[in-house]
């Protein structure tokens, strides 16, 4: 599974560390969803779309 959320918290001009703040996780939870070492929750998921105003889909998507 891949992710652009890295790539939309830069183009928003946020740091991992604030991402993580909004979302009430820790900085290290962001690196790990954006480096694709951690699949997060559906929930967490449905938030961090929320955050950037976008869909699931299109954080997330398969490799494919």
Known sequence: MRNTVREVRLERGL?????????????????????GRYLPS?????????FFDTAVEELFHDDD
């Open 15 to 35: 740091s991992q560390a604030q991402l993580g703040e909004a979302m009430g996780v820790s900085r290290q939870t962001i690196i790990s969803i954006e480096t």
């Open 42 to 50: 559906l929930p967490l998921a449905v938030s961090l779309a929320r």
